[in-house]
């Protein structure tokens, strides 16, 4: 069904305008009139003729909505709602606050759902690729209970928190990935640049290279001539990583090295739990049942060993077995993150000890990543000098014995 942008008057005298879908500009013109609104001007409808005749918006269809757009939608219907605006006209002020196309359109068209009569969930859940199934749920929950505005301002806070905890790891990250690549490209200048002219030096020379010369000789003239053999190896061995990694044999098995990696294991454990025990403590605290929170969890740990895990302790619990005790069987989480949930479940307050294990993890996840990229700042400029002081070894050796020959 196509969508018809309109501009009208409603019942008020205010100037409104949209997107609605309807079959044709009649249909358009009558579910309007339903709405009280009178049409005053049509906007661009669907175009007819083939698809060679059909503009493409490019630029829509590149356009990523990133999690932090998510996070702002959130807080801003979240505060309309929480200031007892419809959630029609809160949805309506949402659609002129965002600033993506992309999302601009979807939060119209939930608007469009919400006012012919579907519930706020349901229409969210036909763009699960956008929200997730955890916004669905906790919408839903909050439609039941009457405590929409409460579950969209906790939804607000998680989604918050989450997009903060990314950004630190990213800029955390940023300053070791700016120096990989700076070391690279200095590293090619070297090979492809200098090392070159200095080889024809020593040809002309005619002595025998010392062995780590004759090396980096070998590897730049490999690095001039067959560059692009470089280039496409390395695309092919990454594009069969990723694609092996997307197999389900190949994610876990991947999965199972990042836990087991001597550094970065434990990272990628901390944020494992972090996002477990925060993702549960939401959904508990919006009224989701425990089993439909542990099956909407564990598609939010981006790691299919932890998922396993949380996944079979889901089956244990639907059993009657309390959550802890099959947490513990698993080996995968920490015994602090255990302890605290068996206590949580005796005491009743489940989602409170959720939400000091979340808080207390995500510090730690902060902590860790502060320590790794000061661990890893000086042991990248060391790795970068020892390179180049290699290279220049391997360039002044045999000058140094031309030197001593002459002499």
């Known amino acids: 069904m196509p969508a018809y942008e309109y501009k009208g008057v409603n ?7 949209g997107t609605l879908e309807a079959d044709n500009e009649r249909q358009l013109r009558q579910l309007l009139k339903q ?40 807080r801003q219907l979240a505060t309309l709602v929480k200031a007892r605006i419809p959630l029609s006209d809160s949805l309506a002020a949402c659609v002129e606050q965002v600033e993506k196309p992309k999302l601009k359109k979807i939060v119209a068209k939930l608007r ?35 405590k929409l505005d409460e579950v969209l301002a906790r939804l607000a806070e998680f989604t918050e928190s989450s997009v903060k905890l990314r950004q630190k790891i990213s800029s955390a990250m940023m300053y070791p990935m700016i120096m990989v690549s700076v070391g690279s490209l200095i590293l090619i200048g ?104 542990l099956d909407i969890t564990k598609h939010v740990l981006g790691n299919r ?11 244990s619990v639907k059993e009657g077995a309390p959550l802890a005790v099959p947490l513990k069987q698993s080996g ?28 207390n993890y995500e510090s730690q996840v902060e902590a860790k990543v502060s320590r790794l990229t000061t661990l890893l700042e000086p042991l990248m400029i060391v790795g970068m000098g020892a390179v180049i002081v290699i290279v220049l070894f391997a360039v002044l050796l045999p000058i140094l014995q031309m030197n001593d020959f002459v002499q």
């Open 112 to 146: 469009t759902d919400v006012n012919e009569g579907l519930s706020f969930a349901h229409a969210l859940e036909q763009y699960n690729e956008v929200f997730g199934p955890l916004y669905a749920n906790m919408v839903r929950s909050g439609e039941a209970s009457g």
């Open 305 to 315: 060993v932890l998922e396993t895990a949380v996944d079979d302790a889901r089956l």
């Open 190 to 293: 070297l090979f492809v640049g200098v090392i070159p002219q200095i080889t024809q030096i020593f040809e002309d020379s005619g002595q025998e290279l010392p062995p780590i010369t004759t090396a980096i000789i070998w590897c730049s003239r490999a690095l001039q001539e067959y560059w692009y053999l470089l280039v496409v190896g390395g695309a092919l061995s990454t594009f069969s990583f990723r694609r092996y990694t997307r197999t389900p044999a190949g994610a876990a098995r991947w999965d199972r090295v990042k836990l087991r990696m001597p550094i970065f294991g434990e990272l990628f454990l901390l944020v494992g739990v972090a996002r477990f025990t925060k993702t549960l403590a939401t959904l508990l605290g919006s009224g989701v049942p425990l089993l439909t929170a």
């Open 35 to 74: 709405r009280g609104v009178m049409l005053t001007k049509i906007g661009k409808g669907p175009r007819q003729g083939g698809l060679l005749s059909q503009e493409v918006d490019f630029a829509a269809v590149l356009e990523k909505i990133t999690p932090q757009d998510i996070a702002l939608f959130t």
């Open 11 to 17: 019942p008020r005298g205010q100037h409104v305008n």
């Open 332 to 359: 995968r989480f920490p015994t602090m993150v255990v302890h605290m949930i068996s206590v949580g479940e005796r005491s009743g307050a489940l989602e409170e000890m959720l939400d000091v294990v979340a808080d």
